[in-house]
Every structure is written in C-alpha cells, then in structure tokens.
C-alpha cells in the first residue's frame, strides 16, 4: 500500500513522525496519528505551524547593541515592544526599574523561543527551580510580568490560540498582605510614636500608598475638607489619578498635628523635611509589629527570619473594606483608592461575604419553628 506523503514528516516502521533538525542539528521525531485519522490534523497543524515560523523568522537587529539579535515572535521580540509601548513609557522610575529586571530573568529564560510554544509544563519547571521556589514573592512576580508580556503577545499575534500558560501556573502562598484586624489598627495607633500615629491615619483615612501618603500636602487637604471637594492625587507608582474624599476626622487630627515650617506635607522626617522615600516610614512600622508580636519565622533562603503580618500596604485594603461596608460600589471605591476593579473585588471579598450572610440571617429570622415551608429536596 503506497504511504501518504507529508510535508516534513517520514515513515518508520509504519508509524508517521514529524522530523525536523533542531538548532543543535539533530533531529526530532514526533509520533503522528495516521493521516487518515480524525485527530491528524489537530495534531500535525501545530507543528507544522511552529516549524515554518521558526524557518520565516527573521533575524533583526536589537536595540541593546548592533551585534545583538532576537528572532521575530520571540520573547525577546516580545520584551522589545513591551519596552516601547505607552504602558512602560508612563511607568514611574521605580517600578519600570522592577519591570526591567523581570524582563532581564524571562530574556534569558526563553528569550529566542517562540511565544507560541511556550507551556504550563515549561512554566511549570521554571518556577520550580531553587532560586524560584525558595523565593515566594519573587515567583509570585515572575509569574505577574511573564503573564503581562504574554497577554501582550496576543493582543499583537504572537499567540494565535490566544492562551496564557503563565496565567494558569500554581502560584506560591506569600502570606497575602491582610487588611489589619481593628484590635491590631487600636493597638497600633496607642503604641505608635506621634509621625507613625499620624501616618497610619492617614493611610486608613486615604487608601492610599505609603509613596503617596508622604507626598500629601497639609494646605491641599485642609482646604479641600473645608471646601467639602475631593483631593486630587495622582499615583506615584501608577500615574492614575485619583479623587479623595476628605474625612471630617482625619482633617481634625492634621490640623492638630503641629504643621513642620520647612514642608508642605502632612509628613516630615526629624529635620522638619518631606520623606524622601518610603524606607523610614516602613522600618519604623516593622519595629512596630515586631515589638506588638504580630510576626512570624520562617525560613527564606535557608536562614530563618521574622515576617511581620500587617505591612502599610494591609491599610490600603482596610481602607477599601471600609468604604465598602458604607455601601460604597466598586467603582467608586476604585476612584478614590485607585485600584483596578478587579482588585476592589478582591480586597473586599470578605465584606461582600457578610453582607449575604447577614441577608441569609435576616431571611432565616422570618422562619418559625412549625411554620409551612415549601419543600427544598431536589426533584429529579
């Protein structure tokens, strides 16, 4: 019986292979189903696919250096237009910073494969590599930017099935950064030193970032709360701008709070001056946490550290959790707190959960021992 001729592929021993030479010149053979199986083309259409694409690629030159290459539909390809696309230009420095160095790990994790082959199980054994696995945050960031640039690739056509693999990969427990408890918030505010107190309110008062929350200006928020007008804000680390309605409490305790003569912000270092970074603020609160006891050991890279539970970030989400138990609606807590709507959702899971668990318990309080009810059992 004469054999089917198809393009890249051989007979052996009356099984179809696709065989084609790979960069380090040998060949590989993929078993096919016959070509007059059904599945034969879901099958061969892939590689067939693959292949031509790796043959058509093009080599083009790098911005990184004349002598430099990467392979059209690469993820080095992929890394050069996430570079120039808008949404990197509108980064703040330190977060294109953050972005640049993951890009660096993922340009030499994969950087001449091909987008389109990438698979769970290659994202799989990556993440699964000592210095991944012993690094939570680190993996759980990887995975983040890996997802990001591959949603880019296919939105621009470097993916044709139109799959994420990276967004699928099993993601490490880091220990979520909570909203605090109102026990810890009290406690933290009693113990804290007055710039700290100060800080934390503002934090739970705003939503906002610490970055942001040491950029706010005294005269700005005062003015805006005897107006009765939101205070506007523009996100240092996103750009987004945002609108703050100012609490009647958190305008009484700034303008308590001695203003310092050589800054505009509410917030101000021991020389009088606006806190150049977030670094002071952070530490002091961590020392805060450890001495209050809320921490855990455990073991990062093989040394055995103390993780505080309640970082800054933990008031961001109170803050959410707030708006929403005054029936705020996602977008509107999103205007205020800048966060994506996902986001919101996520934070405010567990106020979404006592509301319909108080409207179960206020439907159940009409029920009465005895009274006729319908009947629940499932009909078939």
């Known amino acids: 019986m004469e054999r089917t001729k198809v393009k890249y592929c051989q007979w052996q021993k009356g099984t179809l292979y696709f065989a084609v030479k790979g960069s380090d010149g040998k060949t590989s053979y993929t078993p096919l189903p016959n070509p007059r199986h059904p599945d034969f083309a879901a099958v061969y259409g892939p590689l067939r696919n693959a292949h031509e694409a790796r043959k058509k690629a093009k080599k083009q030159p790098e911005t990184s250096g004349p002598n430099r290459h990467y392979i059209t539909n690469s993820f080095k390809a992929l890394v050069h237009e996430a570079e120039k696309s808008r949404a990197y230009r509108e980064m ?44 939570p945050g680190k993996t759980l ?14 939105r ?24 605090w408890p109102d026990d810890v918030f009290e406690r933290a505010v009693d113990m804290s ?6 800080a934390i309110q503002l934090g739970v008062y705003t939503g906002q970032r610490i970055s942001d929350c040491i950029r706010i200006e005294r005269e ?13 804000l523009v996100q240092q680390k996103t750009g987004v701008e945002v609108f703050i309605p100012i609490h009647p409490a958190l305008a009484a305790i700034v303008e308590g709070f001695p203003a310092s003569p050589t800054a505009p912000t509410v917030l101000y270092n021991r020389l009088g001056r606006p806190f150049p970074k977030p670094d002071q603020i952070q530490d002091r609160l961590k020392h805060l946490m ?54 919101v959702v996520h934070y405010t899971r567990g106020v979404a959960k006592r509301k319909l668990a108080r409207g179960v318990s206020n439907r159940m309080s009409t029920i009465k021992p005895g009274q006729e009810r319908p009947d629940l059992r499932l009909v078939a």
């Open 92 to 135: 703040a420095p330190s977060t294109r910073d953050n972005v640049d160095r993951y890009y660096r790990i993922i340009i030499a994790d994969w950087g001449d494969k091909l987008v389109a082959d990438l698979e769970p199980a290659d994202v799989d054994r990556r993440i699964d590599q000592p210095d991944m696995a012993q690094f």
């Open 141 to 154: 960031n990887y995975l983040k930017y890996l997802a990001d640039l591959i949603d880019l690739g296919i």
């Open 156 to 179: 621009r056509g470097y993916r044709k099935d139109k799959y994420n693999p990276a967004r699928d990969a099993e993601r490490p427990d880091t220990g979520e950064r909570l909203p």
């Open 193 to 198: 030193s007055d710039m700290l107190r100060l």
């Open 220 to 232: 700005e928020l005062l003015s805006c709360a005897r107006a009765g007008e939101p205070m506007g």
């Open 290 to 343: 450890l001495e209050l006891g809320y921490f855990d050991t455990i073991t990062k890279g093989g040394e055995e550290k103390r993780e505080t539970r309640y970082k800054f970030h933990g008031l961001r989400k109170l803050a959410a959790c707030h708006l929403a138990e005054v029936e705020a609606t996602p977008h509107e807590i999103s205007a205020i707190c800048g966060m994506d709507i996902q986001t």
